[in-house]
């Protein structure tokens, strides 16, 4: 059975940084899509960062480019998101999640859909 399991959220002022963990359990395929996805109140979730850990591609939302960084653990079963410049319309629970995926291709690319494994959701708050 597959668990994963998120830390390192909290409260934080406008302008710091967090980093958040995913720590994965029971993956039993070689490789996958990992990516943190966010729920604010009376939104939609939205796709924040994924990455293939076949190759290491990441992608990005627009609204977090140049802020989150997504990284893989050494072990490859932790998966982070580095947060930094923070700002109020990051406050959301965030969810990690995963997928078992598999591609030939060098610069293949997790898109932030289609993933069947998730986290219980931590909280980030950020104040102005």
């Known amino acids: 059975q597959v668990q994963l399991v998120e830390s390192g959220g909290g409260s934080v002022q406008a302008g710091g940084s967090l980093r958040l963990s995913c720590t994965a359990s029971?993956?039993?395929?070689?490789?996958?899509?990992m990516g943190w996805f966010r729920q604010a109140p009376g939104k939609e979730r939205e796709g924040v960062a994924t990455?293939?850990?076949?190759?290491?591609?990441?992608y990005y939302a627009d609204s977090v480019k140049g802020r989150f960084t997504i990284s893989q653990g050494n072990a490859k079963n932790t998966v982070y998101l580095q947060m930094n410049n923070l700002k109020p319309e990051d406050t959301a629970m965030y969810y990690c999640?995963?997928?078992?995926?598999?591609?030939?291709?060098?610069?293949?690319?997790?898109?932030?859909?289609?993933?069947?494994?998730w986290g219980q959701g931590i909280q980030v708050t950020v104040s102005s």
């Open positions: 999640a995963g997928d078992p995926r598999s591609s030939p291709y060098s610069d293949y690319v997790c898109l932030p859909s289609e993933y069947n494994y």
């Open positions: 990455i293939y850990t076949g190759g290491g591609n990441t």
């Open positions: 029971g993956l039993i395929y070689r490789h996958h899509c």
